[in-house]
Each structure stands twice: as structure tokens, then as C-alpha cells.
């Protein structure tokens, strides 16, 4: 498996959105091609996590802490299960601010969860992911190829990334070439 990681975003973007078109179209249809949506940005020294967060409640926090004082029963359903949680005293739930884009819609392929975070399985040629993010942020997101059958050591597997505004405007851009041993 081979990664590649990019930040997409800017400061001087207002918009609340954008628009990742991610063009496969030169690999062979069987190549698994993945793209992160909730990257970390520790692949790229140096990227201001704080740019992530700008414009979000809580910017310029690291994080926010929420600690039960007493014993608490809760009435819960998450999808199709519903029961009471019990939670003792002390038990702290933490929250890191700005991780990945809140919400996401992909045409050309689909979203499944791996190892906690969002993957988006690009399958179509040309895949449109729609991601929401605060005004003036950026986030990392991170291409994952997995070795086609039958590929050749060094040969060659292009990928290109064109990110646009919520309104549609082309914004940046990022070529990629996969190469296997």
C-alpha cells in the first residue's frame, strides 16, 4: 500500500465548502483507490493544525474536556440498538477541535470506516467528493493505493486531485504517479 498526503483548503477561502474531483482514470479498474478524510496532517511537517480549526467554536483550543462529577444513567439509541449506559464519576470524555471536514458526499464512490477513520473507496473514473469546512480552513486528506495485480516493478499509476469552491471554482490541483517494487 502507497500514501500520499495534501492539504486542501486555503486561509483566503471564506466558502463553508468544497468540491475534490478525483480523477483515476488512468489505472486499471481493479486498483484499489482510497482517500482519507480525516487525516491528522503528522504526514506533513510543519502543517498548522490551528488552520484546520480557524472559524470553528472553540478555535485556538486544543481540545474540549468533559468530566462527570457524579454517577450518571443515560437513555440511549444509536441506529438500531437502544439500552442505559451507566457512567461512574471521573470518567472524562475528550474531543480534539478540527480534525477532518464535518460532513461529506461522494458521487463515484463510497465512504466506509477503517480504523476509525473516514475512507472514501473511489471506484468510478471521476469521483466528486463534497466536503464541508469552516470559512478560511484547511485539511489534510491523504490518497491510499493499494498495488494493482499484475503491475510491473516501476511501472507507473496516475492519480490527479482538482480542488474546487463551493462555487465552483477551480482552486488547486495535485498529480500524483504511484509506483510499486
Known sequence: MKKFSFI???PADDSRGMTLVVDRSALPPDMKLGLLLDDDGKAIPGFDRGLARRG???AGCDSTELVLLERVRIRARVGG?????TVEPGTRFDAALGGGPLR????GGEIALRGGQRLVDVRAPRARVTVDKAPSAAHVFTLVADKP???RPGERFPVEVTQYSSSGERCGAVAVMFTFD
Do not use: I, L, R, S
Open 56 to 58: 470553528q467554536a472553540g
Open 104 to 107: 461529506a458526499e461522494v458521487d
Open 149 to 151: 495485480a499484475g503491475a
Open 8 to 10: 486542501a483548503g486555503h
Open 81 to 85: 440498538m437502544e439500552g442505559v449506559v
